[in-house]
Antibody
Framework: EVLLVESGGDSVQPGGSLRLSCAAAGFIFRDYEMNWVRQAPGKGLEWISHVSSGSRTIAYADSVKGRFTVSRDNAKNYVYLQMESLRAEDTAIYYC??????????????WGQGTLVTVSS | DIQMTQSPSSVSASVGDRVTITCRASQGISNRLAWYQQKTGKVPRLLIYAASSLQGGVSSRFSGSGSGTYFTLTISNLQPEDFATYYCQQANSFPLVFGPGTRVDL
């Protein structure tokens, strides 16, 4: 069974930083592309970042480009999201999501339970 | 960037109804489209991928069609567990984009 467990969510002030972690299990982590998707309270889904299996391809939504950095550790089965210069509009549940296939599909068959990030003064 | 729209934004339906949700892409994305279901307070679930392929474990009451810029999700014989919000997502190119969602309620 695929298991994705996010951690690191917290309440921070505008301009602050956070590092989210996602522990993966139940599949060959190094073979799959991983993404982060967020959902602001009462709002829809927003894709924010992608990292390929070997970290060669990385992509970001315009809303976080230059402020967020995605990375992964295939030896530890973790994917990370380093968030800098946080804004109120970054307040959301952050989901770690797994690509459906070892070949790039860019759709997501497994989702973590999410971790809440609140940016407020 | 590709923009995604969905219609309607919400629909009221009854058990046993057939519901169709439309998703449009601002440019052609071939069949690179997925549909997700999200129930209140729950994690989204992949229903349909590649526009028309049913994800394992998903009821055959769900079906998807379309290509290019126009896509539909149809729910046949609506069941109580189907009341949820549905999102399309383009998977053709970065940035990946979700539609704004369609809420199906009673």
């Amino acid at each position: 069974e695929v298991l994705l467990v996010e951690s690191g969510g917290d309440s921070v002030q505008p301009g602050g930083s956070l590092r989210l972690s996602c522990a993966a299990a139940g599949f060959i982590f190094r073979d799959y592309e991983m993404n982060w998707v967020r959902q602001a309270p009462g709002k829809g889904l927003e894709w924010i970042s992608h990292v390929s299996s070997g970290s060669r391809t990385i992509a970001y939504a315009d809303s976080v480009k230059g402020r967020f950095t995605v990375s992964r550790d295939n030896a530890k089965n973790y994917v990370y999201l380093q968030m800098e210069s946080l804004r109120a509009e970054d307040t959301a549940i952050y989901y770690c999501v797994k690509d459906q296939n070892m070949v790039t599909t860019n759709w997501f068959d497994s989702w973590g339970q999410g971790t809440l990030v609140t940016v407020s003064s | 960037d590709i923009q995604m729209t969905q219609s309607p934004s919400s629909v009221s339906a009854s058990v046993g109804d057939r519901v169709t949700i439309t998703c449009r892409a601002s440019q052609g994305i071939s069949n690179r489209l997925a549909w997700y279901q999200q129930k209140t307070g729950k994690v989204p679930r992949l229903l349909i991928y590649a526009a028309s392929s049913l994800q394992g474990g998903v009821s055959s009451r769900f079906s998807g069609s379309g290509s290019g810029t126009y896509f539909t999700l149809t729910i046949s014989n609506l069941q109580p567990e189907d009341f949820a919000t549905y999102y399309c997502q383009q998977a053709n190119s970065f940035p990946l984009v979700f539609g704004p969602g369609t809420r199906v309620d009673l």
